[in-house]
């Protein structure tokens, strides 16, 4: 419009900043594509990184927590507990698939990641926020965790092996335990039915104990070979054991006493019989003894108690008062036991038959009455005896010359002996 000569060369400037304009919008359009594009790229790969620290942390987790079960020490004491753990370790095999399901997941995730940033050139540091986990540290765990798997088999494995070692030494003592058990207990039985048997003459019975010891003590490698058994289970710390209620000690105990039991039946018997042949007894009046002896020993066991042996005095017709009932219990039973043994009751009978030991048994009566001073008073006369055997024995005893007794302590030993004229006074 302006007919300029060179408007050719500014309709060429003109046209330059124009194609200039267009490609720096082209360029800008490129860029903010770029940009969205990137974005939603590192949006997906913000998202993977979140399901992946959602996912590893909890699988790491599972994986530590079943590294110290598969390393957890055990303490069993039976093929139950034993076949327990070994159906729980089952139990734990039959996850891994689904665990190494889980593990490739979280893998296939971080490849996901890897893929993305190599696909489309990002060349950022990519570090999850999210999570510490690597998917080194996984791997590591997971191939120690597939390593501890068969190490436990062995260990479970080996543990059933010596507990059925354990159940066949439990056995094999409670076999013999059962049968030992009981054998004592009838030998014992036997002893005590012969110790007692009325029938027969004594050298019956000592014939018949003779046979049984010779058994008994044929017996002994039997206790000798559960000793052995028993010592197996100790080295093999086997604490229980669910076939017997026998144990060693129990066994042991019962050993020892039967040994005892029969050696000293076989002693009481050689006593009866010494005791018989030196007092001129006759098989009948041994009869009558134990006879009376096994009727009133209650209990069976072969010794009369205290109120059983009052019975059968009583029975023979004792007039028995407390004093004279003390003065014979400390003839038939000296140590105080309480109980009075067939061989004390022999003797006992024999002597009150023989009417021996009479000043003894007077001196007995006055001790007791004294409390066990070798002196007694005249109060303690006046007040244990009638009043007519009170003067009579105040009027005869001699004082006690002693040392140590009061003024008017009486002598009631040299009065005893003097009364059944053992001496001269």
């Known amino acids: 419009e302006l007919d300029y000569h060179d408007i050719a060369s500014i309709n060429q400037r003109c046209q330059s900043i124009c194609d200039l304009w267009d490609k720096l919008g082209t360029l800008t359009q490129k860029r903010r594509e770029a940009l969205e594009r990137t974005e939603k790229l590192l949006e997906t790969i913000d998202q993977l990184f979140l399901e992946f620290a959602k996912r590893s942390a909890p ?3 599972w994986m530590e927590g079943a590294m110290e079960d598969l390393q957890d020490m055990f303490i069993v004491h039976t093929i139950e507990e034993v076949q327990s753990l070994i159906a729980a370790h089952e139990q734990f095999k039959a996850t891994l698939p689904e665990a190494d399901t889980e593990r490739q997941a979280i893998l296939g995730i971080h490849n996901e990641v890897q893929k993305i ?17 690597t998917t080194e540290e996984l791997l590591k765990q997971w191939e120690k965790v597939k390593m501890l798997v068969p190490q436990r088999d062995g260990s479970l494995q080996e543990e059933m092996a010596r507990q059925h070692a354990h159940e066949r030494l439990r056995r094999q003592f409670a076999a013999q335990a059962n049968l030992i058990g009981p054998w004592i207990q009838a030998r014992m039985e036997e002893i005590g039915r012969c110790s007692l048997e009325i029938g027969g003459t004594l050298e019956d019975q000592m014939t018949q104990l003779k046979q049984m010891e010779h058994v008994i003590i044929a017996y002994k490698p039997n206790i000798d070979k559960l000793e052995g058994d028993h010592q197996l289970i100790q080295e093999s710390l086997i604490f229980d054991n669910k076939h017997t209620n026998y144990t060693m000690e129990h066994i042991r105990v019962g050993w020892e006493l039967l040994l005892t039991t029969i050696a000293r039946t076989i002693n009481e018997i050689e006593t009866q019989i010494l005791t018989r042949d030196a007092k001129g007894i006759s098989q009948q009046q041994m009869n009558e003894f134990r006879s009376s002896f096994n009727h009133f020993d209650r209990k069976k066991n072969g010794a009369m108690e205290t109120d059983d042996f ?5 029975s023979m017709g004792y007039d028995l008062g407390e004093v004279e009932f003390a003065r014979i219990m400390m003839l038939v039973d000296q140590n105080a036991t309480g109980i009075v043994s067939f061989q004390s009751f022999i003797d006992f009978m024999t002597r009150e038959t023989a009417d021996t030991d009479t000043a003894e048994q007077v001196v007995a009566s006055f001790r007791i009455l004294a409390a066990d001073k070798p002196y007694i008073l005249v109060d303690e006369l ?4 009638p009043p007519e055997q009170a003067e009579y024995c105040i009027m005869r005893m001699p004082p006690y010359k002693g040392p140590g007794a009061p003024p008017g302590a009486l002598d009631y030993t040299a009065f005893s002996t003097a009364l059944y004229g053992e001496s001269d006074l």
């Open 59 to 61: 699988f790491n987790n």
């Open 117 to 133: 940033s190599q696909s489309y050139g990002i060349k950022a540091n990519i570090i999850n926020p999210y999570s510490t986990i």
């Open 310 to 314: 009052r019975a059968c005095l009583i």
């Open 382 to 385: 006046r007040r244990e005896l």
